[in-house]
């Protein structure tokens, strides 16, 4: 099948450009109109496998499934908005509840908000609060948002960053990347570690005045970095050691995508607050930061926001989590059997074709990335860029991440069938663009 781009996509392009401020768009023209499962469809009838799940929004198919669309619906019909910063409802309180339901013992408030950036800026003044700290430690390859306070933790791209500063006070140290490590790729860990302690904590700022370390069980725009097994373990002890708060940013790795509820969780290790965001909302505008208990409350009129908590929002949440909850075994398995397939014909084409340099990944978070040769592990952008228009051609959508990597996300409930079809025209376009 090729993708025809006819006059309507054109003319919506256009449109957009004259009226809409630049953003991230992609190279391809994807002009989505409506989806179901795994499939999305563009307003000239173009069908797409969904490799992509709308950048990890829709984690339970394409438009969410049956259930959250009637919990939506019905709750559409009673109250779209409640102002539950002002008053009290119902449905963000049972959403709050099934959420922390979910996480390890001991969690119990929960702040919600409207997207993955301000989870991490809600948690940025928590940890202030909580500790009376002021400074901040992030890891380079990190992105946590683009506001004002959690672009002084995103280190991704200068574009992100340029002519938007003073941020808010942060430090940035390695991101244990076993691929592109200088040595064995089992001492990146300690290599970062060491940082923090050599370089951040003895030549920057006194530990005494450090909140909290934020960081990505899996870095997302880094380029799908997946850290040595240990490494969390390290820095929990290093955290406490000098009393400062950990941070795990689960906005894309989470939510079921690794196999796991918390992606951290396969690492062993415990946060103290969590941040959620995309499929959280199961495709409405939702984000979440949920803290320890013994952390405390936050002060009346310290924080609020409008649409935080919004009631048709919080009845979707509600399904999507009721579906994991009662679905989770059976999820489980097939997140780990489905990712375990991708990863085996990924490997596969690692061996058989030169500039595929790296595959990682946990579940269905899987990374490939692209390099000019094995030996050189040079960024390959151009390679990466020109596979992922291919893709699109032949009606395969898959975003790109880091300098060369491209990302394999499709919904944790893909059939194998699509996931073979999406994989066939993933190889196919590999193997055109190989040198």
Same mark, same amino acid.
């Given at each position: 099948?090729?993708?025809?781009?006819?006059?309507?996509?054109?003319?919506?392009?256009?449109?957009?450009?004259?009226?809409?401020?630049?953003?991230?768009?992609?190279?391809?023209?994807?002009v989505?109109?409506?989806?179901?499962?795994?499939?999305?469809?563009?307003?000239?009838?173009?069908?797409?496998?969904?490799?992509?799940?709308?950048?990890?929004?829709?984690?339970?198919?394409?438009?969410?499934?049956?259930?959250?669309?009637?919990?939506?619906?019905?709750?559409?019909?009673?109250?779209?908005?409640?102002?539950?910063m002002?008053?009290?409802?119902?449905?963000?309180?049972?959403?709050?509840e099934?959420?922390?339901?979910?996480?390890?013992?001991?969690?119990?408030?929960?702040?919600?908000?409207?997207?993955?950036?301000?989870?991490?800026?809600?948690?940025?003044?928590?940890?202030?609060?909580?500790?009376?700290?002021?400074?901040?430690?992030?890891?380079?390859?990190?992105?946590?948002?683009?506001?004002?306070?959690?672009?002084?933790?995103?280190?991704?791209?200068?574009?992100?960053?340029?002519?938007?500063?003073?941020?808010?006070?942060?430090?940035?140290?390695?991101?244990?990347?076993?691929?592109?490590?200088?040595?064995?790729?089992?001492?990146?860990?300690?290599?970062?570690?060491?940082?923090?302690?050599q370089?951040?904590?003895?030549?920057?700022?006194?530990p005494?005045?450090?909140?909290?370390?934020?960081?990505?069980?899996?870095?997302?725009?880094?380029g799908?970095?997946?850290?040595?097994?240990?490494?969390f373990?390290?820095?929990?002890?290093?955290?406490?050691?000098?009393?400062?708060?950990?941070?795990?940013?689960?906005?894309?790795?989470?939510y079921?995508?690794?196999?796991?509820?918390?992606?951290l969780?396969?690492?062993?290790?415990?946060?103290?607050?969590?941040?959620?965001?995309?499929?959280?909302?199961?495709?409405?505008?939702?984000?979440?930061?949920?803290?320890? #208990?013994? +952390?405390?409350?936050t /002060? &009346? !009129?310290?924080? $609020?926001?409008?649409f935080?908590?919004? *009631?048709?929002? %919080?009845?979707?949440?509600?399904?999507?989590?009721?579906?994991?909850?009662?679905?989770?075994?059976?999820?489980?398995?097939?997140?780990?059997?489905?990712?375990?397939?991708?990863?085996?014909?990924?490997?596969?084409?690692?061996?058989?074709?030169?500039?595929?340099?790296?595959?990682?990944?946990?579940?269905?978070?899987?990374?490939?990335?692209?390099?000019?040769?094995?030996?050189?592990?040079?960024?390959?952008?151009?390679?990466?860029?020109?596979?992922?228009?291919?893709?699109f051609? #032949?009606? +395969?959508?898959?975003? /790109? &991440? !880091?300098?060369s $990597?491209?990302?394999?996300?499709?919904? *944790?409930?893909? %059939?194998?069938?699509?996931?073979?079809?999406?994989?066939?025209?993933?190889?196919?376009?590999?193997?055109?663009?190989?040198?």
């Amino acid at each position: 099948m090729e993708v025809k781009v006819g006059a309507k996509i054109k003319n919506a392009l256009k449109r957009d450009r004259e009226v809409i401020f630049t953003t991230t768009r992609e190279d391809f023209p994807l002009v989505a109109d409506h989806g179901a499962g795994d499939f999305i469809y563009d307003i000239e009838g173009n069908r797409f496998i969904d490799f992509s799940s709308f950048v990890s929004c829709y984690n339970l198919g394409v438009n969410g499934n049956a259930l959250i669309r009637a919990a939506a619906k019905k709750q559409i019909d009673r109250l779209m908005h409640g102002m539950f910063m002002d008053y009290y409802e119902e449905p963000p309180v049972r959403l709050a509840e099934r959420l922390v339901g979910m996480l390890p013992p001991g969690f119990g408030r929960a702040f919600f908000s409207n997207s993955g950036t301000e989870a991490n800026e809600d948690a940025i003044k928590l940890v202030k609060l909580f500790t009376k700290r002021r400074h901040i430690i992030a890891f380079y390859g990190a992105f946590h948002g683009r506001s004002m306070g959690s672009l002084a933790l995103t280190a991704s791209k200068t574009a992100h960053r340029a002519h938007f500063g003073p941020f808010v006070n942060v430090s940035h140290a390695p991101y244990p990347d076993p691929y592109r490590f200088d040595g064995d790729p089992e001492d990146c860990s300690q290599a970062s570690i060491d940082f923090i302690e050599q370089n951040i904590l003895k030549r920057e700022v006194p530990p005494e005045e450090v909140a909290a370390i934020f960081f990505e069980p899996i870095q997302g725009e880094g380029g799908y970095i997946v850290p040595p097994r240990g490494f969390f373990k390290e820095l929990r002890r290093l955290a406490d050691k000098h009393g400062i708060l950990l941070v795990d940013d689960e906005i894309q790795a989470g939510y079921m995508r690794t196999g796991k509820f918390l992606a951290l969780s396969n690492f062993g290790t415990v946060a103290d607050i969590y941040t959620f965001a995309k499929s959280f909302g199961a495709g409405f505008p939702l984000a979440a930061t949920v803290a320890r #208990k013994s +952390l405390g409350d936050t /002060p &009346a !009129g310290a924080h $609020a926001g409008t649409f935080g908590g919004n *009631l048709v929002a %919080s009845a979707a949440a509600s399904a999507s989590l009721d579906y994991i909850k009662h679905n989770m075994r059976s999820l489980q398995k097939g997140i780990v059997r489905k990712g375990g397939k991708i990863m085996k014909r990924m490997n596969e084409l690692k061996e058989r074709y030169e500039y595929v340099g790296d595959v990682r990944g946990i579940g269905l978070m899987i990374g490939v990335e692209l390099v000019k040769s094995k030996s050189t592990k040079e960024y390959a952008p151009n390679e990466r860029n020109s596979v992922i228009m291919d893709c699109f051609k #032949k009606g +395969l959508v898959l975003l /790109p &991440a !880091g300098r060369s $990597a491209i990302r394999i996300i499709p919904p *944790l409930t893909v %059939s194998d069938g699509n996931i073979d079809k999406g994989l066939d025209i993933l190889e196919e376009a590999i193997k055109k663009n190989a040198k």
